[in-house]
Structure formats: structure tokens, C-alpha cells
């Protein structure tokens, strides 16, 4: 079988959502490596492999929005799709203490290989996603630790990052923080500017209306609760984009 570095679901969905996970898997290629990175069975379950929970989410995100999503099938320790072509983080050599094996010796003719395979086939397809409707609206779905690195626990459920462009994300915010159960962050954990990332280049480049979502990953652990969070959001979503008029 021919590898796809990625995946669409719902193509044919009419409605202007699209949901992505650049994070959605710790597939490692058999082309690199021979499918293997070196790295411990119980790292790459880790969330330095890929966004524990967030293809569950995705998937059932563009499904109650009536969109299409598409998710990357490669881990971001083979190359981070959500990073530009000239980010010193686009191949980690080390990441939250792990060392990767089949990285460090990766120089720029295997990371122009991985660019080829993986990276750039998922971005045309994200591409070509996005320009289908004049009025996309692009979510891009991530997950984060409960804790980094020996830091203090992190306490949001959610969070939002966003950059310059905050017409959507400010009435999101706003949402959210009326559900009296919920820790949001903003622009948390992660701040929500990383030039060249996959919001950056298919969003606000295009001058598309965008979010980034952080989920915490042990509060999206199995399909029920990405279900529920889908559930949860879509509606949210949907009255944000409308008092945004976007």
C-alpha cells in the first residue's frame, strides 16, 4: 500500500468549517528509518510524538460542524507540519528530555526527503482544502500535557492562541469563559505567534477567519470525551463566527 502523509474526511461536506490536526498521529514512515526513530515504545505514546486525543476530536469537530478536516499521518518528530520550512524546530534532534535517535544524524538532504514525503504533500492538500469556499473558516485542533518539563501543573481545560488576527478568537474567548467550569487560557500554554506555521500560511496569510485550540490532553483520553468536547464546541463556535460577523 502507498503511504499518504495525510488524511481528509468529509470532503464533500457543503458547509465552510475546516478543521485540521497538524499533530494527529505517532506514525513513523517506513521510509524513514524503517518506520523506526529509536525512541522508547512508551515516548512515542507521548505527547512529544503527536496530539494525544486530538484526531478524535477533529474527526468528530468537522462532523458536527459539517465540515471537512484533514489530519496529518506522520509523527511531528519525523518533521513538525506545524512550523516553516526554515524552523530550527522543524526536525527535533531532543525533545523534553528525549533524545531522537533517527534525527540526529538527519542532514538537509533527509530533511528535504521528509519536506518531499510528508510535509509538503499534507500543506497542498490543506491548500487546496482551505480555497474551496471563498469564506473558509479554518480550526486547527491541538493537545497539551498536564504538565511540561518539571513545571507546576497546567490548570486550563482549553485554550485559545491566535495571532494579530483575533476576530474570531476574542468572541470565542468570550464563550468559553461563560462556562463556569472551565480554566481557559489565552493564548496558553503556548503563545499563539510562530511565523510560518500551518495558522500562519493557510490562515492568516489569506486573511482567513482562524482559531487554535489546545486541549488538555488527559480530559480528551477516549473517544467519549472527544465526542462530548466536539459537542461541546461546535455550537460555541458557530455563535462566535456569528457575532463576529465573519
Excluded at 494525544?52 to 477533529?58: D, I, L
Excluded at 509523527?75 to 528530555?97: A, C, F, H, Q
Excluded at 538537509?108 to 492538500?125: F, G, Q
Excluded at 473517544?223 to 463566527?241: C, D, K, S, V, Y
Aim: proline content about 8%.
Amino acid at each position: 500500500m502507498t503511504y499518504q502523509p495525510y488524511e481528509i474526511e468529509g470532503a464533500a461536506r457543503p458547509e465552510r468549517w475546516l478543521v485540521t490536526c497538524d499533530h494527529a498521529t505517532n506514525c513513523v514512515p517506513p521510509f524513514v528509518n524503517g518506520g523506526c526513530l529509536g525512541v522508547a515504545p512508551e515516548d512515542m505514546v507521548r505527547h512529544i510524538a503527536y496530539d494525544v486525543g486530538a484526531a478524535g476530536v477533529t474527526r468528530a469537530l468537522a462532523e458536527v460542524l459539517g465540515g471537512p478536516a484533514i489530519l496529518s499521518n506522520f509523527s511531528r518528530l519525523v518533521i513538525d507540519p506545524n512550523r516553516g520550512e526554515d524552523d530550527p524546530t522543524l526536525v527535533m534532534k531532543l525533545y523534553d528530555g528525549t533524545i531522537i535517535p533517527g534525527n540526529r544524524h538527519a542532514g538537509s538532504e533527509e530533511i528535504e526527503r521528509r519536506l518531499n514525503r510528508c510535509y509538503r504533500p499534507y500543506h497542498t492538500a490543506l491548500a487546496d482544502l482551505a480555497a474551496r469556499r471563498r469564506d473558509t473558516v479554518i480550526v486547527s485542533v491541538h493537545s497539551f500535557t498536564p504538565q511540561f518539563r518539571g513545571r507546576p501543573p497546567r490548570p486550563w481545560h482549553i485554550g485559545l492562541l491566535y495571532a494579530a488576527d483575533q476576530r474570531f478568537a476574542r468572541p470565542l474567548l468570550a464563550r468559553l469563559r461563560r462556562e463556569r467550569d472551565l480554566c481557559v487560557g489565552d493564548n496558553e500554554p503556548y503563545g499563539g505567534h510562530l511565523p510560518g506555521d500551518a495558522i500562519a500560511r493557510h490562515a492568516i496569510a489569506h486573511e482567513r477567519p482562524n482559531v487554535l485550540i489546545e486541549l488538555r490532553n488527559d480530559l480528551i483520553a477516549t473517544p467519549e470525551q472527544q465526542q462530548g468536547w466536539a459537542a461541546r464546541l461546535a455550537p460555541m463556535l458557530t455563535e462566535a463566527a456569528e457575532q463576529a460577523g465573519v
